[in-house]
């Protein structure tokens, strides 16, 4: 399971995945014996925190500046990303977070839900990701009791969210709720957090989507492409859009690479990075998509164009209608507006130089996310809605 971790500054994130750490035994040794050398050269008392923090000028600065992954164990093995909780990285939490299954939202519970905890609520939400955990930390600061726990629930940023579907009152520092049901809050009848995760994990469902290969690259009569781990046979006929090619394959390596037939029997046309391909059918190229995304820097406007990329592929288009831009922090919707830093919005893209095959994210999240690039910068990222 792929779990995102996210939150307002200083609410315990870091000190929630050291903690998982810990207890699961995925810290070597060495790298506990590191921390705590440098917690003791730097005059700071020892936090489960500092395991997340990549390099010590971030111990000393008391905050997490890098996007990390890391790996622990319940009954299954999960991926953890950690990402910076502060405002002026809350594009590398982007970046963290767009391969993610589920979120965990991390509040204090001794102080509630701050700007910061709305903002990547709603950002979590843009990504695609209908499943999130809020979990009120610091119950060790409340004494366990459940009054300001409860509060969070009441917000009116969390009340009413359908992609909220778990609450689990914890403390990271000292465990509580975490691996196993505190004995301190009784008041609690729900998992505590590995088991729920390991819970989520078992309801899974298979993808009922087609397989789709995204072309990485090829050089002589050898393609590499994503997924690594696909199920293609020898025998199979590949059908590549948009060129419309089909191609028999006539070995698979252990890598996943691919070798096909010769291509001087086709013209000398071999497949582009970029190119998708289905099995046995041609997938669906799109000229027009409707998305929605986060704006970067500066303006976005009806009638811009950027180059837009989705999986490997790269097209030029424009911003032809702005349906309605949403304040990332408070929710606010208006309509037939530009959209300024920081901004959510709802588009439409076209007149697109080439056809591009995209799928919506809740089909195919590794086709249904796309960035905007202007001046070879990246002016947005979104996921797509749906696309003709």
């Known amino acids: 399971m792929n779990v995102v971790i996210a939150g307002h500054i200083d609410h315990g994130k870091s000190t929630l995945i050291g903690r998982l750490l810990y207890d699961s035994g995925a810290l070597p040794e060495s790298r506990l014996s590191e921390m705590q050398v440098m917690a003791e050269e730097y005059k700071k008392k020892f936090e489960f925190a500092s395991f997340m923090d990549a390099f010590a000028d971030e111990v000393r600065e008391e905050r997490t500046i890098d996007t990390t992954e890391v790996f622990f164990k319940g009954r ?4 953890l990303i950690d990402v910076p909780g502060h405002l002026e990285f809350i594009e590398a939490m982007l970046t963290g977070a767009s391969h993610a299954e589920v979120a965990i939202l991390v509040i204090d519970a001794s102080i509630g839900v701050e700007e910061q905890t709305r903002r990547h609520l709603n950002l979590l939400k843009l990504l695609g990701i209908n499943n999130i955990i809020v979990v009120g930390n610091k119950m060790d600061l409340e004494n366990y009791k459940p009054l300001n726990f409860m509060k ?6 969390i009340v009413d969210e359908s992609a909220i579907k778990h609450f689990i009152p914890i403390s990271g520092s000292e465990g509580e709720n975490v691996y196993t049901k505190s004995a301190h809050m009784g ?8 088991e729920l995760l390991d819970k989520l994990e078992d ?7 087609p397989l789709r290969l995204m072309v990485q690259g090829y ?3 050898w393609m590499l492409v994503s997924p690594a781990n696909h199920n293609v046979k020898v025998g199979d006929t590949l059908c590549f859009c948009p060129s419309n090619i089909e191609i028999t394959v006539k070995e698979i390596d252990e890598g996943g690479a691919l070798r096909i037939l010769q291509t001087s029997l086709l013209g ?4 582009l990075r970029g190119e998708v391909a289905g099995v046995g059918k041609f997938p669906f190229a799109s000229y027009k998509i ?4 986060f704006v970067r820097g500066g303006k976005i406007k009806e009638g811009d164009q950027f180059e837009l990329r989705c999986g490997t592929a790269r097209t030029n288009g424009t911003v032809t209608f702005i349906v309605k831009r949403i304040d990332s922090e408070t929710g606010k919707e208006e309509y037939n507006k530009p959209l300024r830093k920081h901004d959510l919005g709802k588009i439409e893209f076209k007149k697109l130089d080439s056809k591009i095959v995209v799928k919506r994210f809740e089909d195919a999240p590794e086709l249904g996310r796309f ?6 910068k990246i002016a947005a990222v979104g996921v797509i809605l749906d696309h003709e």
Do not use: A, M
């Open 371 to 376: 960035t905007l690039i202007k001046n070879n």
């Open 152 to 157: 969070i629930g009441q917000d009116s940023s």
């Open 187 to 194: 008041w609690y009848t729900g998992p505590p957090l590995v």
């Open 290 to 293: 409707w998305g929605k995304i």
């Open 76 to 79: 299954h093995l999960h991926t």
């Open 268 to 271: 000398g046309w071999s497949p």
């Open 219 to 221: 050089y002589k009569e």
């Open 203 to 209: 309801q899974k469902k298979e993808k009922t989507e």
